[in-house]
């Protein structure tokens, strides 16, 4: 089904990034990409899990430099999401601080 996203954790940090974050929801297994806005993350990962994609409920994320004091919404995407019609996650907001 399609991705969604319940929470992210914590939900702020430095404009500079490079600081990791933990992403939980439902259908997240086979990640496929982690945009905040329109910046993709370039480090992510599903949490160990039995499934060879990982887990479907968690997403590890190295979060993408950012502007200061600026709000973004954070999607993702896996590959159901990618072949299907149901496209990204919902958002959930992430705050860059100074």
């Known amino acids: ?3 969604v996203i319940t929470a992210v954790t914590p939900s702020s940090g430095p404009a500079a990034g490079g600081n990791t974050i933990t992403i939980t929801g439902q259908n997240l297994g086979c990640v496929t990409g982690v ?3 329109t910046t993709a993350a370039e480090k ?3 949490a160990q899990a039995i499934l060879d994609c990982g887990a479907t409920n968690e997403i590890i994320v190295t979060v993408p ?3 200061a004091n600026t709000t973004v919404p954070v999607t993702v995407t896996t590959i159901e999401s990618d072949l ?3 496209g990204p996650s919902n958002s959930v907001n992430y705050s ?3």
């Open 35 to 37: 945009f905040f806005g």
């Open 65 to 67: 430099p950012g502007t």
């Open 84 to 86: 299907t019609s149901y």
């Open 1 to 3: 089904g399609n991705p």
């Open 96 to 98: 860059y601080t100074s």
């Open 44 to 46: 992510f990962s599903n």
